[in-house]
């Protein structure tokens, strides 16, 4: 079976401060995909990243970096320098090569970031 | 990315009624999903729609309650049947293409009040 856990439901943070989101998954497959997805009062879901299971590096994009470690089965997300902006839910998924594109969510960050 | 336009935005509907809720991408893509979230809550998949053929439906979900239609590869439609008060919730489509690496694009989602 495969399962995503976010264990912080809410975080908040004043602006300018650094944030990690934890997201620890878990599969029998050997070829996953881990994502993560930002999710603002708007509602709609944006892609922010996608990792496969063969590329352990550490990937960063300007104020975002992400931290792949299979030996823990974790794929965090750091926000350096956070800003109001930055306030949304965002989403750790993941889905398996032979799973049809279907994606396993955990429950969600809520981020806020305070002026 | 593909764009994808769902419609309607939000709705408020009462008891017993159905509603139905279009997705369309503006160019054609391999697969298309739809998913449920319910206040509060991650997304869960409630089926793949298939160009052709019938919905294929994740466990819990079922097609009388949740009809399903891909007519062609840019469109598809789903049907919220005999609403009750727990069907509240965002519905949201999202598209995938072989090129797409796996990256699923999520509509603006609809926000569905049933009284």
């Known amino acids: 079976a495969q399962k995503v856990t976010q264990a912080q439901t809410e975080i908040s943070v004043v602006e300018k401060e650094d944030v990690t989101l934890d997201c620890v998954y878990e599969?029998?497959?050997?070829?996953?995909?881990l994502f993560w997805y930002k999710q603002p009062p708007s509602g709609e879901l944006v892609f922010l990243i996608r990792?496969?299971?063969?590329?352990?590096q550490n990937e960063i994009s300007g104020r975002y970096s992400w931290n792949f470690q299979k030996s823990t089965s974790s794929f965090n997300f750091t926000i350096t320098a956070s800003q109001v902006v930055d306030s949304a839910v965002y989403f750790c998924?993941?889905?398996?090569?032979?799973?049809?594109?279907?994606?396993?969510f955990g429950q969600g960050t809520e981020l806020s970031v305070k002026p | 990315s593909a764009v994808i336009s769902q419609k309607p935005s939000r709705d408020i509907c009462q008891r017993g009624t159905s509603l139905t809720i279009q997705c369309q991408v503006d160019?054609?893509?391999?697969?298309m999903f739809w998913y449920r979230q319910q206040p509060g809550q991650s997304l869960t998949l409630i089926a793949t729609?298939?160009?052709?053929?019938?919905?294929?439906?994740e466990s819990g979900f079922v097609i009388d309650k949740f009809p399903i239609s891909r007519p062609n590869l840019t469109f598809s439609t789903l049907t919220v049947s005999n609403m009750s008060p727990e069907d509240s919730s965002i519905y949201l489509c999202?598209?995938?293409?072989?090129?797409?690496?796996?990256?699923?694009?999520f509509g603006a989602g609809t926000r569905l009040s049933v009284l």
């Open positions: 729609a298939n160009q052709g053929s019938e919905a294929t439906y």
């Open positions: 599969t029998r497959d050997t070829t996953y995909y």
């Open positions: 998924a993941l889905t398996g090569y032979n799973q049809g594109g279907k994606l396993i």
């Open positions: 160019s054609q893509v391999t697969m």
């Open positions: 999202s598209v995938a293409d072989r090129d797409s690496k796996n990256i699923q694009y």
């Open positions: 990792r496969n299971s063969f590329d352990e």
